[in-house]
């Protein structure tokens, strides 16, 4: 699937259960989720942690509105529960199976936007491991000099930004260097298309979740 | 500052990497979230984990905005931020990104109501509300604060305030203090 089409989907998907309160729709987008992370051959464990990650937010809403709220009521508790699953799963299903440069790519030639964002932020989180890295770095210098660096220390995001403006420099030559010029028309050797398929299954979904949403509107 | 200039690709690549470089940071910060929920849930404040760790979350809108001063700057901080959440571990998947237009919206706000002249106390202040007053409102729908009482509510929005003050305002503060001190920012 086109991954902007794929984006949009899940975004508009997650709006909307964001404003209605909807047992059935949640579940539907959980139960659509897991189909497709499925279809995308995901690990089991990977699957077991987004079961286990979202279950303390979740409990602890969930508790909140049925057992300290004065009105108990258990609809919206179980439906602001399965919201907490709706989103992870939703988001899951686009964060596992897109990867970032498909998605510059998409985004770059369906949506217009404009080659700098694109290739600069793209340019940034290629860093990531090397971020982790020097996160730790960062910790184990300071440890040495017997200083203990946590994430309430100003001092660390102070050094993580010193090497973020080093490294938006270097990065930035290096694009120059090999040919990249900002608000210049580009061509690209991998064409990202948005099939008629795309849109059909985005525009079908949407629909089938208007079911359940439509549904209670009408009870 | 001057207005007229443009954001070029290394503020973005700088923007983008600040967020990332941020999400690293509180990926340890995971654990304190969700003790803190589990420590709140029998009281039944499990939601205020949520707000006490609010100000952490939305710490790179107003830095990012008093480091590069373009308008713009602090809702792709923000923004880019939940982007490189989204893609490396964060366990909200692509809802994260919604928050983070929201967030980046509040936060940006703040400097265009100082009109992007400004960059002290009050702006850090006037961000600090904007930035509670947003993502309390899209609480209110994303997490089902509309179905809390309103005493709850009460005690929420404070939590949040100050919590975001303190590291929103404070903390960006403290580390735009050291900045302006290394003589980093000058030359950019």
Known sequence: MNPTIKLALILIASLEISFTYNLPANLLVILISVTYLFYHRIHGKTLAWLVIVPIIPAFGLFTTIYFFSSQHDLATASALFTRMYAYVFAGASFSLTTKPLDLAHSLEQNCHLPSKFAYGTLAAFNMLPKIKQTIVTIKSAAAMRGVNLSWWSPHLYFKAILVAINWSENLAMAMISHGFVEDQPRSAYELVQVKARDITWMVGLLIVLQVPIVWQIMN | ?188
Do not use: C
């Not at chain 2, 700088?14 to 990332?20: E, H, N, S, T, V």
């Not at chain 2, 940071?25 to 969700?34: K, L, R």
């Not at chain 2, 100000?55 to 107003?62: F, N, R, S, T």
């Not at chain 2, 309103?150 to 050291?178: D, E, P, Y």
């Open chain 2, 1 to 188: 500052m001057n207005q007229k200039r443009k954001l070029h690709v290394r503020d973005i690549i700088l923007l983008a990497l600040i967020g990332i470089l941020f999400g690293a940071i509180f990926i340890g910060t995971d654990f304190v979230y969700n003790a803190l929920t589990a420590m709140l849930t029998p009281f039944g404040l499990a939601p205020m984990a949520n707000d006490l760790m609010m100000g952490l979350w939305v710490m790179a809108g107003p830095l990012a905005g008093f480091m590069i001063r373009i308008p713009g700057t602090a809702f792709l901080g923000e923004f880019l931020a939940s982007v490189g959440e989204m893609f490396f571990g964060g366990q909200w998947g692509a809802a994260t990104l919604i928050s983070g237009v929201v967030q980046g919206i509040a936060t940006e706000l703040g400097f265009t109501i100082t009109r992007y002249r400004y960059y002290n106390w009050i702006t850090l202040t006037i961000t600090t509300i904007t930035t509670t007053i947003l993502t309390f409102g899209w609480d209110m729908l994303r997490n089902g604060y509309a179905k809390f009482d309103f005493q709850l509510l009460i005690i929420l929005f404070v939590a949040r305030l100050i919590s975001t003050f303190i590291f929103g305002g404070v903390f960006v503060k403290i580390i735009n203090g050291l900045l302006s001190r290394a003589h980093v920012l000058a030359t950019r």
